[in-house]
């Protein structure tokens, strides 16, 4: 064992995949400052700021070159020289090939020299007219681990966004007798997707919310994590910076063991990009280690990162690269930002297109309290609790918003100069008035639209898709994302609407079954003509369904507004609808029970999901047997949520005039009261539960009048005692009786006169779970009953094939108390 994780180790350090930096910046300005030089570090050319060159300009009253006249010490020598500027300060003028955001980095390292000591040096810098640093010296502690091994360089470093085509940089002292200084700068290109305006979580004690306005933002490196791994030099990084091991921010530094992976991350189309984040940092992660007995089975791994203390606000970008599990779907687990849930049941195989080791990020925006440090955890999800518990995490940074004061303001709060008062009012004065008079043009022309958005954000709740962060904008322009089809291509790939392509009908429109131009099978809903929903619902639709992501939901590809038409575009679900595999179609053959428990388990997640994974839950409305259809593996994907509503209340009108639903499944409950909440779902799951054991019609008018509803059939042999009589024949003998047990016992539940007595899908998902285990491990359980023993007990037998890593968790255990104490 230990000499196989040696092999692999040393394996690893020969052959450590090192890819050069694919990424060319647009524009790359790297400086020597106070030299005439040219000076290289980390493979990189910083061009002496005191030759001549093109496009970078600098203009100061009195700016000094300054060289180490003590150079014994063991810097390189791009931090020798330094530029002085004393009085007013001094600017340095880049003119840029193409705007958008930059990376603009300082290097700050102290040393003696004609009389100036760079330590004395106090100052404040300005980037695009932005105050980014405010009274900087070399006493400023913030714990920026960005720093060099050596105490005596800091670096700093910002990104933002310019607009304009040059950027100015400008250094100011913070009075006449002081001065300011610089080492080496950097100013370049990054990638256009490096920060997006949508997705980004906003946590908080409101719940969660999109936050949308992080393009505009400043934001200061503070803390760049390489989780699970060693220190990374900008020599290995795709942008020049540096990562540092997550050891010394480890709360219980018991609690994780580090997994590293020898294979590089597989890059998926909508996932992270390579130019964003090194390889290396997705090939090393923190997992839960649960190999010391000591811990409890389930725990978070906790970081606390030292930040600015008060409410100051900060991007939070977790990386996630599933390196840990054996095979999809094993691992889900929560994320937790300063206690706060941040994101509930992570599911990284889906939000990966169902590829292992693809690597993706997720941004969050959080504030800081008073307690100095954003605490970071990931531990396991109760949805992963039967199979495998487990959390993990790849990298972090954390960025704080720099609370920016523009130059002009700055300069006339010193109140130096009253010339420049002067101009800063008249010219401040024409700018305001300016400002005033396209501010009132541009809101009577846009007044609208404004508002609409701001009452999105005060509003705090917007349903939030699983893949937060950034990598779904990049989604969302590609192929997996919302896509606006054109009509021309709808007709094309249904065949002009081609009747015989007709897989379906319901109270939308038809459904056609449809191949795109690039050879994707999908499913095409064109709403009817004159059909009662509106054009702007259906556009709130969109917007929630394009968000929703889970391997259990069929998803939306696309869609098409175009001629007042109304067309959903759905990824094509190859098998169909689970209904015509259990009764009523020929040429299908009879699903097993295990098959059945796995697809009612997939549908339970994916329900589970939809009322659980938003701010504001998503009721279905229409869950029947026909909704749920089966991929070319059996995986259940629950359709047709299109029409759901959020929200677990809804105004009454609203309701009465739509009672939507189907005969058979609709829950009573909100046929009487019309008040509809996720435990209407809940009901008629219950009935397609029992649709599955009995494989029959939820509504069969054909059937003796007490036979005619499946619900009140079954209830009724299930009261007796005697469901078994009217199961599948094609189950008879085939189920164990207590998995039959455990599922009929469920479904029962599930149709319970009362919404409160219902379970929710996540007690509804546990418990068919559990049925699956005692069909599957009839023998293991019964051990676990009759040997009694304490509620910590683990079976780690099978570990190794990732079976039953913890079946026996608090949870099942309590299960069969349960079951004891009846
Ligand atoms: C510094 O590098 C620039 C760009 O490569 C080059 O044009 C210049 O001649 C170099 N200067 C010195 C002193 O080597
Ligand atoms: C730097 O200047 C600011 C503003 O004058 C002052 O408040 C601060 O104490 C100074 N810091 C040092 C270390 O001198
Ligand atoms: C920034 O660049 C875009 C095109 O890349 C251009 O449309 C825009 O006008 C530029 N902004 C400014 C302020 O120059
Ligand atoms: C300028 O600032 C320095 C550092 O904060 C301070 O020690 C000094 O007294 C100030 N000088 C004047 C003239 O305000
Ligand atoms: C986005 O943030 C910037 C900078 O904080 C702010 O000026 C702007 O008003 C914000 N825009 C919106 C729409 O909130
Ligand atoms: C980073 O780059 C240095 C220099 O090439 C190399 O020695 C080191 O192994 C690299 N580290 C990793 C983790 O790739
Ligand atoms: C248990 O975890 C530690 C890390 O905390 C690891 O070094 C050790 O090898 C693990 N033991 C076993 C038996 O896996
Ligand atoms: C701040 O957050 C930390 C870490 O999440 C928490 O332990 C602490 O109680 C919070 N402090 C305050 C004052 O809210
Ligand atoms: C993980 O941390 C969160 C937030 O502090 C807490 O609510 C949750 O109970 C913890 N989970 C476990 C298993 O300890
Ligand atoms: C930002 O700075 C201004 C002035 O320096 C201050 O009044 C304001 O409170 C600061 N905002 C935050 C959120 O710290």
Redesign the pocket.
């Known amino acids: 064992m230990k000499t196989q994780k040696l092999i692999k180790l040393s394996i690893l350090l020969i052959f450590i995949p090192f890819s050069l930096s694919s990424f060319i910046p647009i524009n790359n300005f790297l400086l020597n400052c106070g030299s005439n030089t040219n000076a290289s570090i980390f493979n990189r050319l910083f061009i002496g700021d005191s030759t001549k060159q093109d496009s970078i300009f600098l203009s100061s009253h009195k700016s000094i070159s300054l060289t180490n006249q003590n150079p014994s010490s063991n810097l390189p020598t791009l931090y020798q020289t330094a530029r002085i500027f004393t009085n007013n300060g001094g600017t340095y003028k880049f003119i840029l090939r193409k705007n958008g955001t930059l990376f603009a980095r300082f290097h700050f390292s102290s040393f003696k020299g004609h009389g100036f000591d760079l330590k004395d040096a106090n100052f404040s810098v300005f980037v695009g007219g932005k105050l980014v640093l405010r009274n900087f010296n070399f006493h400023f502690k913030i714990s920026s681990n960005n720093n060099n091994d050596d105490d005596d360089v800091i670096i700093k470093e910002f990104i933002l966004k310019v607009v304009s085509n040059f950027v100015e940089i400008v250094f100011r002292p913070v009075n006449d007798s002081c001065f300011g200084f610089v080492n080496a700068i950097e100013v370049f290109s990054v990638p256009e997707d490096f920060v997006v305006d949508y997705g980004a979580r906003f946590i908080g004690p409101y719940g969660v919310v999109e936050y949308k306005n992080l393009s505009n933002q400043v934001l200061e490196t503070i803390h760049r994590i390489n989780v699970g791994g060693l220190k990374l030099t900008p020599f290995n990084d795709t942008l020049w910076r540096t990562w540092i091991p997550d050891k010394e921010f480890l709360v219980f530094k018991d609690s994780v063991k580090t997994v590293v992976s020898t294979h590089t991350p597989n890059y998926q189309k909508g996932g992270a990009t390579r130019e964003i984040v090194p390889d290396n940092v997705y090939m090393t992660a923190q997992e839960m280690n649960r190999n010391q007995s000591i811990l409890a089975s389930k725990f978070n791994i906790t970081w606390n990162f030292p930040v600015e203390n008060?409410?100051?606000?900060h991007l939070v970008r977790l990386h996630f690269c599933d390196i840990v599990s054996p095979s999809l779907n094993l691992l889900y687990f929560n994320v937790y930002i300063n206690r706060y849930s941040a994101y509930k049941d992570v599911d990284l195989s889906s939000l990966t297109f169902h590829t292992l080791a693809s690597p993706i990020y997720v941004d969050f925006v959080v504030d800081s309290n008073d307690s100095g440090v954003i605490q970071i955890s990931v531990g396991p999800s109760d949805l992963s609790s039967s199979m495998r518990i487990n959390a993990i995490l790849n990298g972090a940074e954390i960025m704080k918003f720099v609370?920016v004061?523009d130059l002009d303001s700055h300069v006339s709060s010193q109140k130096t100069r009253f010339l420049l008062v002067l101009v800063c009012s008249i010219v401040g004065g024409i700018v305001i008035l300016v400002l005033v008079i396209a501010f009132f043009l541009v809101r009577l022309s846009r007044g609208k639209k404004k508002l609409k958005q701001r009452t999105v954000e005060s509003v705090g709740w917007t349903p939030l898709g699983v893949f937060g962060g950034s990598s779904l904008s990049r989604m969302s322009e590609g192929y997996f994302g919302l896509n606006k089809i054109p009509f021309v291509d709808i007709k094309l790939a249904t065949n002009n609407f081609d009747k015989s392509l007709i897989i379906g009908a319901g109270g939308f429109g038809m459904v056609y079954k449809g191949v795109l131009k690039d050879n994707v099978k999908v499913a095409v809903k064109r709403g009817m003509p004159g059909s009662r929903q509106g054009l702007p619902e259906f556009q709130s639709e969109i917007t929630i369904l394009s968000k929703i992501r889970h391997r259990h939901l069929v998803s939306l590809v696309g869609f098409c507004e175009e001629n007042s038409e109304m067309i959903l575009v759905y990824e094509y679900v190859e098998k169909g609808p689970l209904r015509n595999h259990l009764y009523g179609s020929e040429g299908f053959e009879p699903l097993s029970w295990k098959r059945r428990l796995e697809i009612c388990i997939g549908a339970a997640r994916g329900l589970h999901y939809l009322h659980t994974g938003f701010t504001q839950g998503i009721i279905h409305r229409d869950i029947k047997s026909t909704n749920i259809l089966l991929d070319e593996n059996y995986v259940a994907k629950v359709a047709d949520f299109g029409l759901s509503r959020s929200g677990p209340c809804i105004d009454e009108t609203h309701v009465s005039t739509n009672v939507k639903g189907s005969f058979g499944y609709l829950d009573p409950e909100y046929f009487r009261r019309q008040q509809l909440t996720d435990k209407s779902d809940v009901y008629s799951f219950g009935v397609v539960l029992f649709e599955v054991l009995c494989a029959r019609h939820a509504v069969d008018p054909q059937l003796d009048r007490e036979q005619v509803n499946l619900a009140e059939w079954s209830l009724k042999w299930q009261k007796k005692g005697m469901l078994e009589r009217i199961i599948d024949p094609y189950l008879v003998g085939k189920i164990n009786e207590s998995s039959l047990k455990k599922f009929s016992e469920t479904a029962e539940k599930c149709l319970a006169e009362y919404g409160v007595d219902r379970p929710s899908m996540g007690d509804v998902l546990w418990n068919l779970e559990y049925s699956l285990q005692l069909q599957e491990s009839d023998q293991e359980v019964n051990e676990i009953i009759h040997e009694n023993r304490p509620r910590s007990i683990r079976i780690e037998r099978d570990y190794d094939n990732n079976i039953y890593s913890d079946i026996s968790a608090t949870k099942v255990f309590s299960q069969l108390m349960h079951r004891e104490g009846r």
Do not use: D, F, L, S
């Open positions: 008060g409410g100051v606000r609370n004061t």
